[in-house]
Structure formats: structure tokens, C-alpha cells
């Protein structure tokens, strides 16, 4: 088992957390989706956006990681079978989910901080609220986080069936590397 990339294949760390995270970002998508449709009785009006606030958070904290050890150890080079246009288009689809991914991240951080309250993580400790007061921070931030949340999720599902042609029609080592086999 094979920790660090390598030029041929993707290492567990890294198989680790981009399937953990590809997991949390459908998981709390489908998680906002369903609690902003909660009624005021609802068990779980309050216990919801508290759980969407501490997972939103820890992905952050998984997604710094995961910046810092694409340094520490590079993802292994396309496959040879990747033309300049597939090559090109992975690279800007991957920055684009990285970016992306962020953003929707800041913006739902800012929305909680509006009103100068920190957000408590799993109920362990509290995050501050270090920026508030900006004029209509919770609206505008609330517009960014839903519509890039939405432009994250189908593009992570664009990502996902170009995953699955590479794998199925092109039968590449494109999916199979990502879970863990050499190219
Ligand atoms: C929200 C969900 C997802 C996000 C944010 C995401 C993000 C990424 C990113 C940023 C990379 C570039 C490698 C890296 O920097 O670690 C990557 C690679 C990859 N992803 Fe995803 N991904 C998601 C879901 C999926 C799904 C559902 C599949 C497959 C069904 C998939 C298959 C792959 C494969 C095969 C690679 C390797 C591509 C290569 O080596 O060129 N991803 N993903």
C-alpha cells in the first residue's frame, strides 16, 4: 500500500480525500437542500444547519490538507492516451472544482458570520466570526453559496461521467488509478 503518488499511480492519501470529500460535497448538498424546506416544528430545524455548519467546516480543514499535500506529493501525470485537449480540459475542470469548492465554502461561512456570532464545530469548539457586518453579507453570500453549490455539484457530475467514459468506453487507467490500481 502505497501512500505518497508516484508517476504511475495515485497514492491512498490522496484516494483518500478525494473520495471523502466527493462524498461530503453530494452529502451536504443534499443536506442544504433539504433543510432549508424544513418547517418551524420540524425536530430537525436547528440540529440540520448545525450538522451542514460543522461538516462544511471540517471539509474546509480537508480541503487545506488536501492543497498542501497535492505540494507535498504531486498527483502522477495524465494518462499517455490523454490528447493536449483532454489534458487541458482536466486540468481547467480540476481547478475549477477546486476554486469552486472554496468559494462555496467562504460564502456559506460568511452567511452564518453576518451577524457576528462564530459557528460551533460538532458542538467541540467554536470557529469565529472574523468578518460581519458587510452590507446584505447574509443575502449576497447566501445567492453566491446556493448558486455556486449548484454549479459545483453538476460540474462534479460532468467530472464524474468523463470519469466513467475514460473507464468504459475509452478503457483507460483514468478511473481505475483514482481507485487505487497502477496505471
Ligand atoms: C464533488 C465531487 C468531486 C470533486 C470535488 C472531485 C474533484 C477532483 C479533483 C480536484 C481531481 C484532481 C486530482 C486532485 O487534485 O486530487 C479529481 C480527480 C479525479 N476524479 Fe474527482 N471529484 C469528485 C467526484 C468524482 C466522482 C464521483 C468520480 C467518478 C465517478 C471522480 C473521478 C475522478 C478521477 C478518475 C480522477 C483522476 C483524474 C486524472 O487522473 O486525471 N471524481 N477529482
Known amino acids: 500500500m502505497q501512500l505518497r503518488n508516484s508517476s504511475s499511480r495515485y497514492g ?3 484516494i483518500f480525500l478525494h473520495w471523502s470529500v466527493a462524498l461530503a460535497v453530494f452529502g ?9 424546506g424544513l418547517d418551524y416544528y420540524s425536530a430537525w430545524r436547528k440540529a440540520a444547519p448545525d450538522l451542514h455548519k460543522s461538516i462544511g467546516l471540517t471539509l474546509f480543514a480537508i480541503m487545506l490538507l ?3 499535500w497535492r505540494f507535498v506529493s504531486p498527483p502522477p501525470p495524465a494518462p499517455n492516451n ?7 480540459g482536466a486540468t481547467f475542470g480540476h481547478a475549477f472544482l477546486y476554486l469552486s469548492l472554496f468559494a462555496v465554502m467562504i460564502a456559506g461561512y460568511l452567511i452564518s458570520t453576518a451577524d457576528g456570532v462564530g459557528i460551533p464545530v460538532f458542538g467541540l469548539f467554536e470557529i469565529p466570526a472574523l468578518v460581519s457586518g458587510l452590507p ?3 443575502d449576497v453570500a447566501g445567492e453566491v453559496h446556493l448558486y455556486l453549490a449548484w454549479a459545483l455539484v453538476i460540474f462534479a457530475g460532468v467530472h464524474a461521467l468523463a470519469a466513467l467514459k475514460h473507464h468504459f468506453i475509452d478503457r ?6 483514482m481507485l487505487g490500481r497502477k496505471a
Open 12 to 14: 491512498w492519501v490522496s
Open 28 to 36: 451536504l448538498f443534499a443536506l442544504g437542500l433539504w433543510m432549508v
Open 66 to 68: 488536501r492543497l498542501l
Open 82 to 88: 490523454h490528447g493536449r485537449l483532454t489534458r487541458l
Open 136 to 138: 446584505d453579507q447574509a
Open 172 to 177: 483507460d487507467a483514468t478511473l481505475a488509478r
